[in-house]
């Protein structure tokens, strides 16, 4: 029997609990035998919880080594490419070709980019982007502190299985 069909019968002896014509000893014992049914079920779940929550692990830490791997090759690439441009640079020779590749060093495209060299207070206020957004913290401590919920309230929280 699986989960699902667990919960619908032990649904039904709890309504069957109600009904006045029914023997509790009887419903009773049901239910013992159904509890003891889904607490073997719990285990079979978090057997097979922690089993995903091993290899998650795994696999975050294989993700971890790939990332780490991943910067390394890029900084290389980045370093090699610096330095090529470097060498060519310094030689005069700014476009070549070789059997295998074409080299070329050329302006980047797009608009010339922009470097502000004053803190954004000393920025007229036409060339700033001001962003605003609700301070969560503050309307939380305002409302607990108040009781006022005429512009915001309290969100309920939230529930989560653990297993130890």
């Not at 998650?56 to 610096?82: D, F, M, P, T, Y």
Request: charged letters at 35%; hydrophobic letters at 40%.
């Amino acid at each position: 029997m699986n989960i699902y069909d667990l919960t619908a019968e032990f649904l039904q002896l709890q309504e069957l609990l109600e009904d006045p014509d029914v023997e509790s000893d009887e419903i009773k014992a049901a239910m013992d035998d159904l509890n003891i049914e889904i607490e073997k079920k719990a285990d079979g779940y978090a057997k097979v919880i922690r089993n995903m929550e091993g290899d998650l692990a795994a696999v975050k830490a294989e993700q971890e080594k790939l990332s780490a791997k991943k910067n390394l090759l890029e900084s290389g690439i980045r370093r090699l490419k610096e330095d090529l441009q470097a060498a060519m640079t310094a030689t005069g020779k700014r476009k070549f070709k070789t059997d295998l590749f074409s080299f070329n060093i050329q302006r980047n495209g797009g608009a010339d980019p922009v470097v502000v060299d004053v803190p954004t207070e000393e920025l007229p206020d036409d060339l700033v982007i001001v962003t605003e957004k609700p301070d969560l913290k503050a309307i939380a401590a305002y409302i607990k502190n108040t009781g006022d919920i005429t512009f915001a309230h309290l969100g309920e929280r939230g529930e989560s299985l653990r297993i130890k």
